[in-house]
C-alpha cells in the first residue's frame, strides 16, 4: 500500500481515495515509481505543536513534509510523512470559494512535491512547483474552478 493514512481529527471527513491516487501520481510522474508515504491528518492545534517542535516556527500550517529515506529506496522503506491540518483546509477553501476536498488534496499534492525534490523558497521555484500542483489536481479532477485555462 503506497499511502497509509492515519486521522487525526474529526472536522473533515477525509476523501480516502482520493488522497492515494494523489499520492500515486505524484509519485508515478515525479519519482517513476511507486513509494510508501505516511500521512497523519490533523487538527491546527496538533499542527502547531508538530510545527514548533520540528521546524521552530509558531503556530499551524497546511502541510509539513518529512523525507524519510533516499530518492532511490527500496519499495518497502517509508519514504516520507506528510502531516496535513484539515482545519487549514476548511478554512482556506472557506476563503478562497474553493471546495475543501480540492485545498486538501492540494495539501497533499504540495506534501508529495517537497518529498520529490520541489522547492519554493525562491519566488521562481514556488512558481514551478504551483504550475506543477495545478497540472497534478486537474489530472485528478480537481480543476481549480477560478482558473481561465482548460
Given at each position: 500500500?503506497?499511502?497509509?493514512?492515519?486521522?487525526?481529527?474529526?472536522?473533515?471527513?477525509?476523501?480516502?481515495?482520493?488522497?492515494?491516487?494523489?499520492?500515486?501520481?505524484?509519485?508515478?510522474?515525479?519519482?517513476?515509481?511507486?513509494?510508501?508515504?505516511?500521512?497523519?491528518?490533523?487538527?491546527?492545534?496538533?499542527?502547531?505543536?508538530?510545527?514548533?517542535?520540528?521546524?521552530?516556527?509558531?503556530?499551524?500550517?497546511?502541510?509539513?513534509?518529512?523525507?524519510?529515506?533516499?530518492?532511490?529506496?527500496?519499495p518497502?522503506?517509508?519514504?516520507?510523512?506528510?502531516v496535513?491540518?484539515?482545519?487549514?483546509?476548511?478554512?482556506?477553501?472557506?476563503?478562497?470559494?474553493?471546495?475543501?476536498?480540492?485545498?486538501?488534496?492540494?495539501?497533499?499534492?504540495?506534501?508529495?512535491?517537497?518529498?520529490?525534490?520541489?522547492?519554493?523558497?525562491?519566488?521562481?521555484?514556488?512558481?514551478?512547483?504551483?504550475?506543477?500542483?495545478?497540472?497534478?489536481?486537474?489530472?485528478?479532477?480537481?480543476a481549480?474552478?477560478?482558473?481561465?485555462?482548460?
Open positions: 500500500m503506497p499511502a497509509e493514512i492515519v486521522n487525526l481529527q474529526k472536522s473533515m471527513r477525509l476523501p480516502r481515495k482520493a488522497i492515494r491516487e494523489a499520492v500515486d501520481l505524484v509519485a508515478r510522474e515525479e519519482l517513476e515509481r511507486d513509494v510508501l508515504v505516511s500521512l497523519a491528518f490533523v487538527t491546527d492545534r496538533h499542527m502547531a505543536r508538530v510545527n514548533e517542535q520540528w521546524l521552530r516556527h509558531h503556530g499551524p500550517t497546511d502541510v509539513i513534509s518529512f523525507p524519510l529515506a533516499e530518492k532511490h529506496a527500496g518497502d522503506d517509508v519514504f516520507g510523512e506528510l496535513i491540518s484539515t482545519d487549514r483546509a476548511l478554512d482556506e477553501a472557506r476563503k478562497r470559494g474553493l471546495s475543501s476536498r480540492r485545498e486538501l488534496l492540494l495539501y497533499v499534492v504540495h506534501g508529495m512535491l517537497h518529498l520529490a525534490g520541489f522547492d519554493d523558497l525562491k519566488a521562481r521555484d514556488a512558481k514551478r512547483m504551483h504550475r506543477r500542483e495545478e497540472e497534478i489536481l486537474r489530472a485528478l479532477g480537481e481549480n474552478p477560478r482558473s481561465n485555462r482548460p
